[in-house]
């Protein structure tokens, strides 16, 4: 299985129903929302109000990736705009148990993200409840950034903790995800990637989605 997840972070924010409706008849399968509060990143993207719109052109589900703080405090107002997935941080969050369990009842798939310096390890206790782990693969916060290469080896690492514990996680990469690395994190275990610069400054983003998929 090989999902693509363009991050409209990197779309014209001028003419996101236009962007949206190009994602609507290429062959991707989600659409990825950044939303960033300038304290857990040091970046502010956009919030509800605007994921609200993005859900009202896309005929795809939306993957939102919260780089906020305390982002249990948001779960009900996320599915409301219209979560499908909805992905918390591990370092923003206290009670992380609590908060997956929030975004079920809510109806939604819930997601963990790591930073590229937290420990695949440190999900031992929680991988069962995690309908999907996303590895940072750059530091959050903006689009455009270089590739981390220890990625591989968390993306392997991940593969055999679920393997382990016999979950049932999606492993989805986000950053730096270009038509040269993507082969190698299919390779690794990633089952989903996220790309955005790679997508929206390409000069054929329909084909290079399709390359994404099948690289
Ligand atoms: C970064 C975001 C990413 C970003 C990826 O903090 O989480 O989703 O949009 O952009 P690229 O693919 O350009 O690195
Ligand atoms: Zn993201």
Known sequence: MHILSPSLLSADFGNLQ???EMLNQSQCQWL??????????????????????IKKYAAKPLDVHLMIVDPGRYVGEFRDA????LTVHYEACTHLDRTLHAI???GMRCGVALNPHTPVSLLEDIIQECDLVLLMSVNPGFGGQKFIENTYNKVRQL???CNRKNAKSI???????????????????ADALVAGNA????????????????P
Do not use: C
């Not at 929302?33 to 605007?50: A, C, E, K, R």
């Not at 990469?173 to 190698?184: E, H, I, K, Q, Y």
């Open 18 to 20: 236009r962007d949206i």
């Open 171 to 189: 492993v989805e990469v986000d950053g730096g995800v270009n038509t040269s690395n993507a082969a190698l994190l299919y390779e690794a275990g």
């Open 32 to 53: 990825h929302v950044d939303v960033m509060d300038g304290l857990f990143v040091p970046n502010i993207s956009f919030g509800q109000p605007v994921v609200k719109h």
């Open 82 to 85: 219209g979560a499908d997935l």
């Open 199 to 214: 997508v929206f400054k390409s000069d054929n983003p329909q084909q290079t989605i399709s390359q994404l998929l099948k």
């Open 104 to 106: 079920k009842d809510a």
């Open 159 to 161: 593969r055999e903790l």
